[in-house]
């Protein structure tokens, strides 16, 4: 399964939970690429491509896709898909393709405290962003010290 | 495009002044999101591919200087494996930087950490080798008190973890369940649950933890341990019946609300779904949307377990309402799954295609390409013999528009599998057009479809139908059409056509009597001239030649193709070509060889080779040395390299052979091999039968055909299926009829489409209505070689008349199985013919009590069955006979078997009838199930007999006596199978059932099963401590492990002993504080044990011949020391 931000041709984000060889993976996300920039705004957000299904959804300029596999729920994924997106606005604050684009750490981070190895690992919106802002905080505190000191000796 | 970049560029400098103000920690970030800013912007900023590549090399190579200089700070390794990880998602190599990702998880702080482990994750995979490096660090951080770095360390865990490195995680990740922070459980369970799929047998000894995890306080701790819990019960749905009540427990909480709302309820569904809930379906099935998607997927779930689970009406109603809600729906993704759910049920409840006979005809010219296929997909499922002809024209339609060879292939497999694969009949209407057809499809599908579809379409045509007149029409039809197709010129047809076309040529040109043999080998011959024709289908053309030489009488066309091919540079050719000269050279020998329409006959193949014998003594005694096998003279070279050896038993061993190696238990390994690959040949040699080459060999050298074709077949077998179609649905037809009317023409048009579409499954009167009633007869209906099966000549033919039997007894057993449940009866007329052909092995074909109890159904509903040629069915009058005989056997066979060691017989099953034990008897060779049933009624009970459902890890065979007739009152009888095992597991559960007529012909039946634990296989391996040096050097697969001894048994002796009693090892020999144990798994696969005591620690080495075997005892092992 893959996760990928897809804008015009150029990837943002993309995240894989199966063992693939890189020159496999290039060529995936280009097929992936044409398939879904050929479809039309009206036709509907699963795709049957090679053995597996590609739910997408487009948000503004971005589309997110995401391959399953035959018998999983293709209504399940677009929410999955959704929810990232929500989570992603909650975080950054009404979130824009350039958040992503500058802060794309970020959205992994936010990516793998939602979904953890290819499964879901916490649906509640509100506990993946309470992680999320743990994880920041934490860092923060364990950040300013130091750079306050690196600060002095520059000084 | 352009105006999106042209935004992008405007934004850019707010975003920037953005990030400027604000000291400290804040300039460092704008800081380093202005490098990567200048390096998205420059990127944004070009115009072609050509740039943008010199730029991120530029970027990669000053990125590379930066990471391998020293003075690099790790702040600014961060913020250079950043801009790698955004390099490498563009597409480009930035592998120099991988160590470096790993370097900067292991020493930095946090911050650094973190992205060092998302670069790690993003780059690096399962099987990286690299990521051996990363164990470490792991390890210390899962031991850290900073919580972040303990969740970094399991999500990193749970998304790339080596294999191998599992053992030196899983304690701790283990310790984390019980921790006090639910995230870090959570985390935990999710770690394990990637455990468990890619190494199950590493976690089997925390399953009992799993337990824990599901009744957490914690609703996401409870959420995740799901997902461990829905892949365990779908491996095994029997094992886990016990947590039912709790599911459902959760399930309520959910329902009533107790839990928060955007709990998972998917995956607790999916778990459902192997059990029968009836009541809380209902609930979930009313509940109101609140989240549109989220609902709506989980209402989809559930018409899928309403329609997977016993079937019952209240609950078919409320699915079917809702699929109608899903297929209506103008949204297009719900009309997607209202397709899909469609394609799952129609073939339970074709009304229901009725219904929405009018959007699959939209749907089916929909602008989508997707919702059209899936529309495909489901006429697909519904296709009969009457509507076969429009499906399959949309198909064709279909595969002409689309390029991509995914589609092609899969919807070319569809075509040929209404048309050809089907294995009671095929759907079409005439010769003609199926020809026609299978000639679009093999020109369209080409090379990329699948190699059986070929293969059938030949055999359909070889053994052909009922009517032998027929079948020849057909075959003349296709020779002719081939012709023609090969006349036109400038056309390139798929090899795979080509082919086929060779082969039917070849085969049946003499039905031709137009054109002269010669002419078609002119033809065949210009084909083998052509350049873009593979060698391939050139060995299949110059066969076909071979096949009509010997029909045209000269042709000149012959002595050229051999004059030009005896000096072909293809050595394939080559030898094609010599042995038709020398063919060509003695007619008479080539016609008794090459015979006209022979090409179902069975040749009697010598596999042994024994004609060759006297030529091989012949050759020994001239002092040849014999022959070895392959994998013999490897052993041998191998174990000659191995004199010079660093084993650390001290044993000394001759390096004599492979005689020398045969154990007295009898580890014959290299014979049993060498058997088993002379019957593999026989089997092959058995099943390859539509080649194009024929087999020319046979005992007495070059095989003369005998003339044995059985021409009358005895009595086709009668298949009705019109009154599949009697699903009459009234109120649909009226309304056909008010709409009739009013319709505008294309609307009738439409109507029409629908009409020919839906012909199959409405009733008669729907297709009148709209004027097209058509009546197509069935020629083409697979002749049945009833009489060739009973002979027991050919496999095949036995397999497909087993599979047509059984597809009728089925019919007869799930009949009788709704008969009291299903009230509608179109229903359960097309319920019954769902037919499910694994339901039965052919073993059971001879069997009589189920014969006996087909012939009981049939009389109970007439209407489905014409009552001809029932009689096929009725086995042979001597198995009866043999019948009565193997139960006197079976009777002093019981005797013998209490000579072995055996369980305690247990009762596992038992009503006001009868009563069922069963107990294991432990045999040398295999492991013998004895199940006894008790008749305790006073009646005499008929045809008791004893089903055990297939399993994936053994082999049951049955021992003689389990089919007697009767059962008298109060007595008991006993089946016996013998259990083989397939494929090492630790517990697997063996279930079958007992079904019995009492006297007044009510059938009944009971369930049971029975676990079957790893250790029923084990036997002790006796074999001497030479032998096992010798065997232990030649075994590939090892696992070594350290177990902590129990006070009771420190001493080697006594551990050993222990492992004899619990797990039947053979202890060989004890030297000093170490000792050497063998086992084999039945039915001979040794397994070795050399162990080793350290203070309270029992070092344990296995190595086996088997991969998976040494994993599954030692855990055995674990088991037996620990617990004693």
């Known amino acids: 399964m893959s996760l990928g931000n897809i804008r015009q041709g150029k990837l943002r984000l993309q995240k894989w939970y199966l063992a693939t060889s890189d020159k496999e993976r290039k060529k995936m996300v280009r097929e992936l690429m044409q398939v879904v920039l050929a479809r039309k705004p009206k036709m509907c957000s699963f795709l049957e491509w090679r053995d597996l299904k590609v739910v997408y959804k487009r948000y503004a300029s971005l589309y997110f896709c995401c391959a399953i596999e035959g018998q999983d729920n293709e209504l399940i994924t677009l929410e999955l898909i959704h929810r990232y997106v929500e989570l992603l606005d909650k975080y950054f604050g009404s979130v824009c393709e350039l958040d992503i684009i500058f802060n794309f750490e970020k959205a992994y981070f936010i990516l793998d405290e939602f979904l953890m190895g290819g499964d879901v690992q916490d649906t509640s919106k509100k506990s993946v962003l309470k992680a999320i802002e743990q994880a920041d905080l934490l860092q923060e505190e364990d950040e300013s010290p130091r750079s306050v000191l690196e600060e002095m000796g520059l000084a | 495009m352009s105006d999106i970049v042209e935004k992008t560029l405007t934004a850019l400098p707010g975003l920037f002044l953005q990030n400027q103000p604000g000291g400290g920690p804040a300039a460092a970030k704008a800081s380093f999101s202005s490098r990567l800013g200048s390096l998205v912007r420059g990127i944004t900023a070009l115009t072609s591919k050509h740039e943008e590549e010199k730029l991120i090399q530029q970027e990669l190579s000053s990125l590379k200087a930066t990471v391998s200089a020293p003075t690099t700070t790790l702040k600014m390794m961060k913020e250079c494996m950043v801009r790698l990880i955004y390099c490498e998602m563009l597409g480009y190599d930035a592998s120099f930087g991988y160590i470096h990702a790993i370097k900067l998880a292991q020493q930095g702080n946090l ?184 609902s709506l997927a989980i209402l989809f779930e559930c018409v899928h377990t309403v329609y997977s689970i016993y079937p019952k009406s209240e609950l078919l109603e409320k699915a079917a309402k809702c699929i109608g809600k899903f297929v209506l729906s103008p949204k297009i993704n719900l009309k997607y799954l209202g397709l899909k759910a469609l394609t799952y049920v129609i073939q339970q409840d074709p009304t229901l295609a009725l219904q929405h006979q009018m959007t699959i005809i939209e749907c089916l010219d929909h602008p989508d390409p997707i919702i059209k296929r899936e529309t495909l997909e489901l006429l697909y499922r519904i296709t009969n013999a009457q509507n076969v002809t429009v499906i399959v024209q949309k198909m064709l339609e279909y595969l002409h528009q689309s390029k991509e060879e995914y589609v092609i292939v899969n919807l070319v497999g569809k075509i ?145 193709l051999i004059h030009e091919f005896t000096i072909s540079l293809d050595t394939c050719m080559r030898q094609h070509a010599f ?203 697979r002749k049945s070689k009833v009489k060739e099966a009973k002979s027991g000549e050919t496999t095949s033919t036995h397999n497909m008349t087993c599979s047509s039997f059984s597809s009728l007894s089925n019919v007869a057993y799930e009949d009788d199985y709704y008969l009291n449940t299903l009230h509608d009866r179109g229903d359960k007329e097309l319920k019954t013919f769902s037919l499910n052909s694994e339901l039965l092995d052919s073993e059971s074909l001879t069997e009589l009590p189920l014969v006996e109890k087909f012939s009981n159904c049939s009389l109970s509903t007439p209407s489905l069955f014409a009552d001809n040629s029932m009689e096929i069915f009725h086995p042979p009058k001597s198995t009866a006979a043999s019948v009565a005989k193997e139960s006197s056997l079976a009777s002093s066979f019981l005797e013998e078997t209490t000579e072995y060691i055996h369980s305690n017989a247990m009762e596992i099953c038992n009503n006001e009838t009868i009563s069922v034990s069963s107990y294991k008897i432990w045999k040398d060779d295999c492991l013998l199930m004895v199940w006894s049933v008790t008749n305790k009624s006073g009646l005499e009970l008929k045809s008791a007999n004893l089903e055990i459902f297939p399993a994936e890890n053994f082999k049951v065979t049955e021992q003689p006596g389990c089919c007697l007739p009767v ?37 009944a039946q009971l369930e049971f099963s029975v676990n079957l634990s790893l250790l029923d296989f084990i036997r002790p391996l006796k074999i001497s401590s030479e032998d096992f040096g010798k065997l232990w050097l030649s075994f590939a697969n090892d696992v070594k492990q350290n177990v902590k001894m129990s006070e009771s048994q420190a001493a080697l002796p006594s551990a050993l002993k222990t492992l004899q009693q619990k797990l039947r090892l053979h202890i060989i020999e004890i030297i000093g504080n170490e000792g050497l144990l063998a086992c084999q798994l039945l039915p001979s696969i040794p397994c070795l044990l050399h162990c080793r005591v350290y203070a309270d620690v029992l070092a344990l080495w296995f190595r086996s011949s088997c991969s998976t075997l040494p994993d599954y005892l030692l855990y055995q092992c674990q088991k037996v020391m620990e617990g004693s």
């Open chain 2, 111 to 294: 911050l650094e950490k973190r992205v060092g482990y998302l670069a790690v994750s993003l780059f690096l995979h399962e099987s990286h080798e690299l990521l051996l490096l990363l164990v470490n660090t792991v390890v210390k951080d899962l031991q850290s008190t900073n919580l972040v770095e303990v969740c970094m360390a399991l999500t990193v865990v749970s998304q790339i973890f080596p294999r191998e490195m599992i053992p030196a995680v899983l304690p701790l990740i283990e310790d984390k369940l019980q921790h006090s922070k639910e995230i870090i459980r959570r985390k935990a369970v999710l770690a394990l649950y990637k455990f468990h799929l890619i190494a199950p047998n590493q976690v089997q000894h925390i399953h009992i933890k799993f337990r824990k995890a599901l009744c957490d306080r914690d609703v996401g701790v409870m959420a995740a341990s799901l997902h461990i819990y829905l892949r365990m019960i779908k491996e095994n749905s029997s094992g886990y019946k016990d947590l039912t009540g709790s599911f459902v427990t959760i399930l309520k909480q959910v329902v009533g609300g107790k839990l928060p709302v955007d709990f998972n309820y998917h995956i607790l569904l999916q778990v459902l779904q192997k059990y029968i809930l009836l009541l809380y379906l209902t609930m979930i099935l009313t509940i109101s949307a609140i989240f549109i998607f989220l």
């Open chain 2, 416 to 560: 040929a599998d209404v048309l050809v694969l089907n294995t009671v009949d095929t759907y079409a209407p005439d010769n003609a057009w199926f020809i026609q057809t299978m000639n679009a499809v093999f020109s369209v599908g080409g090379d990329v479809m699948h190699p059986d579809i070929p293969n059938n379409f030949l055999r359909l045509l070889a053994e052909g139908f009922d009517d032998e007149t027929e079948d020849q029409q057909l075959r003349l039809y296709a020779v002719q059409s081939y012709l023609t197709l090969l006349d036109m010129e400038n056309v390139i047809y798929p090899q795979r056509f080509l082919q086929v076309m060779s082969w039917v040529l070849g085969e049946y040109s003499y039905l031709l009597d137009k054109e002269t043999p010669a002419e078609v080998i002119a033809k065949l011959y210009r084909l083998l001239m052509n350049d873009s024709v593979s060698s391939e289908t050139k060995t299949w053309l110059i066969a076909a030649v071979t096949k009509l030489t010997p029909q045209a009488h000269s042709s000149d066309t012959v002595e050229r």
């Open chain 2, 579 to 781: 042995e038709l000269k020398h063919l060509h050279e003695n007619v008479e020998l080539m016609k008794s060889l090459l015979p006209v329409d022979r090409s179902c006959e069975d040749l009697a193949v010598d596999a042994s080779l024994s004609f060759l014998d006297g030529f091989v003594a012949e050759g020994l005694s001239q002092g040849a040395a014999p022959y070895k096998p392959h994998h013999q003279r490897q052993e041998e070279k191998l174990s000659q390299e191995k004199v010079l050896n660093f084993e650390p038993y001290g044993l000394s061993f001759s390096s004599s052979g492979f005689t020398g190696r045969q154990s007295p238990a009898g580890i014959s390994l290299g014979s049993d091999i060498s058997g088993n690959s002379a019957e593999t040949g026989l089997k092959e040699t058995n099943s390859l039968k539509l080649e194009g080459i024929k087999k020319l060999w046979g005992k007495e050298g070059y095989l003369p055909k005998k003339e044995s074709k059985t021409g009358d077949e005895s009595g086709a077998l009668p298949i009705p299926q019109e009154s599949i179609m009697e699903n009459v649905d009234q109120a649909i037809t009226k309304k056909d009829q008010s709409q009739v009317l009013t319709q505008s023409k294309e609307e009738k048009e439409k109507q029409l489409l629908a009409s020919s579409l839906f012909v199959g499954l409405g009733s008669e009167s729907t297709v009148n209505l709209l004027g097209k009633a058509d009546t197509v007869s069935h020629k083409f209906r």
């Open chain 2, 967 to 1003: 059962t008298e009152a109060e007595s008991t009888r006993s089946f016996q199978y013998s259990v083989q095992i397939e494929k090492p597991f630790t517990e697997e559960i063996l279930s079958g059932f007992i079904s019995y007529h009492m006297m007044d012909t009510h059938s």
